[in-house]
């Protein structure tokens, strides 16, 4: 058996279920790697050790021949799901100490599923950022170079798997925010369609695009962690009623017959030629194992990023309105109640957020709605009409995922533009609400590399099986960081 912190999800299972290892000692091994490295990477907001050794001992107590997969299975989750007891405060000093009553239904899921949870993970502040450096508590290093980020807003989610901290991790994608950290961590990520994992429990960032999904090493964990949290949700208006294929089961490793579009709009002007070329061997990769590659244009992704972010920003500016001091978090004292909101939302916000919430109330505010608001999502009406039209010629589409590999801590914190550019492969997936994987496919300059594959609405297991198939016949998913404390 490999050092334990190297096992994948599906590998600890087996092993779990054969009785060669258990929980506890997974769970020791995990909660030991996770203070040797912690110190360097600053992966996690808070370690729950002794909650998830008490977990562990229970899964081994209950382990029966019917466990399913992620029985025993440590894991962690990013600090925007709620977790009963455990501080959730979305990287923000205007939570600071919150602790949520009630568990978020993935949550729930997970620890029906008999999984153990270390911890929560540290993110851009209210999921807003692509780097991990707007969390109001610490700046998350990447595991394949410690002065580089993680990308974001689900750093601390990608690079907790990739240093070996956990096996798989929760993560949530708004813009690109799982798989974006993904590709610059060098592990798989995937978003999946909007309404087939509930958003109950997700504090909230922009409603209409956020969307929970897992990390791990492998298409193949992916699918054991995305089949344990799908699924209808009354709690949650948004929840498809749709019923949640076995998507184990789907990874044949057959892509014959498949059509695959290559969209030219996503190589984009200023791309680093290492991204692009190992992009475009990836893409050869599955026209190798039978699938039929076929250019074509998705028109209107290049108003994607204005129109992003004009629509992300006014649902935060709505969303974000309920934190004043008054009923969560600590308070700023004022001599009266506007004054207490006002210096409570001024100091204990981030910088990244107030332009944002800036931004928002600006496009929603009277005499500009019309102009901004109503405009964006006309033009987001037109960006989804071309992936269904793009659909209608092939089965999934293959893109790069991040222009750049991953950049130095600090190069673009204050150019707001330069970093919002770190997702301009992953926006217009949120804007149709289609599913999409990234799994690593290679390295530029010793950095990882991620391919983007995007799926018809709740085709998953399609996108699960191509994913899967590559894997099979590639090695970068085996690859990991030579990490020393």
């Not at 798989?168 to 369609?193: M, N």
């Not at 594959?453 to 198939?469: K, N, S, V, Y």
Request: glycine share 10%.
């Amino acid at each position: 058996m490999r050092e334990l912190h190297q096992l994948t999800v599906a590998a600890a299972s087996t092993a779990l279920a054969s009785g060669e290892l258990t929980s506890v000692a997974l769970t020791e091994a995990l909660l030991e790697r996770i203070a040797l490295l912690e110190p360097k990477l600053q992966a996690f907001l808070t370690v729950t050790g002794e909650h998830a050794l008490d977990a562990a001992r229970t899964a081994d107590l209950s382990r029966r021949a019917t466990s399913g997969p992620l029985h025993g299975i440590p894991l962690a989750i990013k600090d925007v799901i709620s977790t009963r007891g455990v501080p959730t405060t979305c990287g923000s000093a205007i939570l600071d100490g919150f602790v949520p009553p009630y568990n978020a239904t993935v949550v729930e899921r997970l620890e029906a599923a008999g999984a153990v949870s270390l911890g929560k993970l540290n993110c851009d502040e209210f999921a807003m950022g692509s780097s991990t450096e707007t969390s109001a508590y610490k700046v998350t290093r990447n595991p394949w170079d410690p002065d580089r980020v993680p990308g974001g807003s689900s750093g601390g989610s990608a690079a907790a798997v990739a240093a070996g901290m956990v096996p798989g991790s929760l993560g949530t994608d708004t813009g690109g925010s799982i798989r974006q950290p993904a590709a610059l961590c060098g592990v798989s990520g995937l978003k999946p369609t909007y309404g087939r994992v509930s958003r109950y429990g997700l504090i909230a960032y922009a409603s209409s695009l956020d969307q929970i999904g897992p990390f791990a090493w492998s298409a193949a964990d992916l699918a054991l962690l995305l089949g344990a949290i799908a699924g209808h949700d009354p709690r949650d208006g948004t929840s498809a009623q749709r019923t949640v294929p076995d998507y184990a089961a789907a990874l044949t490793g057959d892509l014959r017959g498949l059509r695959v579009g290559v969209p030219r709009e996503y190589f984009v002007e200023g791309m680093e030629p290492g991204v692009a070329q190992a992009t475009r061997e990836a893409i050869a990769v599955l026209r190798d194992q039978g699938a039929t590659l076929v250019e074509l244009s998705l028109p209107h992704t290049k108003y994607a990023l204005p129109t992003y972010y004009i629509i992300a920003p006014a649902e935060a500016s709505t969303n974000l309105a309920r934190y004043d001091g008054v009923r969560y978090g600590p308070r700023e004292a004022g001599e009266s109640m506007w004054d207490t909101i006002e210096l409570t939302r001024g100091r204990r916000f981030g910088a990244e957020v107030r332009r944002r919430i800036m931004l928002g109330t600006y496009a929603l505010s009277a005499g500009y709605y019309d102009a901004y608001y109503r405009r964006a999502q006309q033009v987001r009406t037109l960006i989804k009409a071309d992936f269904e039209q793009a659909f209608s010629q092939v089965d999934l589409l293959a893109t790069p995922t991040s222009p750049t590999v991953a950049f130095k801590v600090g190069q673009r914190l204050n150019d707001p533009l330069a970093m919002y550019l770190s997702d301009v492969c992953t926006l217009p997936v949120n804007l149709a609400g289609v599913p999409a994987l990234v799994v690593p496919c290679g390295f530029s300059e010793s950095l990882p590399v991620g391919l983007q594959l995007i799926g018809r609405p709740f085709e998953e297991e399609l996108l699960l099986r191509a994913g899967d198939a590559y894997q099979q016949v590639t090695p970068w998913h085996t690859q990991r960081p030579d990490l020393v404390a």
